[in-house]
């Protein structure tokens, strides 16, 4: 995706500035609700009702003289956010500070230092942002307010996914942890979005994943508008990166009332420069600049700097592809010079986080160094008054200690990778289990389709499997599954991928594979098991036979749905038509006709 396309919440909006209320005379029958209650409404409605928001501030600030001391920091940190919502930084940021020094309250001075590491961003402080962010981090696992880490960890996990950090498994380890330990509605949003744009931005999710719906269904449910607007974008950038502009500009006409109604700025502008770039893409010259032109008019001087830079970029390209080279020319121009702007600022992001980074390390090695150099003082102290039996003694508890360290370590290691193990590969035959199958053939088809190569994928299926269980036993019933895999792997090939989908049925994904060759290997397998005795039981020797489903991605395309749909139902009508047969997908002929074509295959 083009830099700045996507939008990422900024630590969800938090506050608004209060403008010119009219006064309401109360009801002399409605008691005044308490300062408690306006400040638990206050919390309620910044995220959803800015209005709203803003008239109990007034309200609070009417009741000044009646707060506590704590009621007071409170309404300050209240204010501290409208003000950073408007962007007026040099106001805020004085109350965020004074908030996280002098409060003495955990909870509202984590979440003020939360607001200010997403100002610090926002009016481009870079090292002062990580700097902050780096002390959030540290603190955030001693809070135990639900809202506190609910602010702290959404802003670490912003940071996170950052294209100056890039740490978005980290950041993605946070959304999970928010997931898990903090049940409210809001907590379960912001979670889902940090989520979705980790994967989002890591590459890993299209625009079509559901998980896009479910997150943003998440926050409408849980009263978040903006955060819904912001997936909702992301969504729409999505399509259009994917080469699916006519679907982005009907999703973002049917998003834009949602999105004007929450009057949030930069989402207004991102809205039209969005719709803008899907003109473009599409070669509508005249849409295009009519959608980049509304969003230089509405962006101010506070405007995201990424936004201005698309507008300007979508106008000088379509008026090149009008023909009007001079106001090309000045367009042009412009968006060299924001662009040159936005490097500016990702070098100082980058160079910031760096600076940082080695700052952290530096103090850190000076404490272990101090750390190491204590040690060795109280060694030397201990050294000097022991004897040298309670030396020879200490020497050999140490060994012990350490011998004690490794055979844990030994252990730990050996667990890890038998956990490993158990989580990809079936337990009985030694193949890979369900889930890794899927997961390394989904990675497969995926390098596959960039190098322009084909696949084949085999299901197989032993036929009257539950016979053979029936009749000898369970135990029976595992060596058979063991000998098939036995017999597979002689004839497959070193590439081909096998995998045991649940019971008596296997797959294979065989990579760069014509659709014959799919069929050929199938064909030796399905013989070789034919001709394979097995001894189930003393005595006892039996053969079994399977019928085989095959799918071509140059027939049922490169997805794994695609092509487990085509062999699923090649296998069916394999089985409908007598077992033990090779059978293709629905695109070419049953392979053979009945079961004693295919033993003369076989024999012949």
Known sequence: MEHGTLICLAGMILATVAPNVRAHSAAPAIAA?????????????????????????????????????????????LDAQQLSFDGNYGKADPLLYDIVAHSGDQALSIRAMARLVQNKFNSHHYVDAYTLANTLMAELPKVADPTARLEGMDRVIIMLNGAAVGQYELALQYAREMKATLPSAAAQC????????SLLYEGKLLSTNPRFRQAIDTCLAAKHPLSADALRL????????????KRAIAFLHRIAPAIRKNRYPPYLASLQVTLAQAYLSLGDAANARKFALTTTAMSGANSTLWILQAAYEVLYKAEKMSGHAAAALAYYEKYVALDKAAVDHAKARALAYQMVKQQVQSKKLKLDALDKQNRILQLRHALAVQSQKASRLYIALLLVVIAFIAMAMFWLRRSQLRFRKMARYDGLTGVFNREHFFEEAGH??????????????????????????????HVAGDVVLRQTVAVCLRELRKSDMFGRL??????????????????????????????????????ITITVSASFGVAWSADSGRSLRDLLIDADAALYRAKDGGRNQVAVDTRADLLPEDPEDAQLTCNA
């Open 33 to 77: 609700p308490s300062v408690a209650v306006l400040l638990a409404r206050a919390e309620g409605a910044k995220s959803n009702d800015q209005d709203r928001y803003r008239s109990i501030l007034v309200q609070l600030h009417e009741r000044s003289a009646s707060l506590s001391v704590a009621q007071r920091w409170h309404l300050r940190l």
């Open 502 to 539: 649940g019971g008596e049925e296997f797959g294979i994904l065989m990579p760069v594979a014509s659709r014959e060759q799919g069929v050929e290997i199938a064909s030796r397998i399905r013989c070789a098991l034919a001709a394979e005795p097995m001894v189930v039981k003393a005595g």
């Open 190 to 197: 912001i979670a889902e979005m940090g989520e979705t744009n």
């Open 234 to 245: 992301n969504q729409a950038s999505a399509m259009i990166d994917e080469g699916r502009a």
């Open 444 to 473: 497969a088809l995926r390098r596959l389709h960039r190098a322009k190569a084909g696949a084949c994928l085999v299901i197989l299926d032993l036929d009257h499997f539950k016979r053979v269980n029936d009749s000898y036993g």
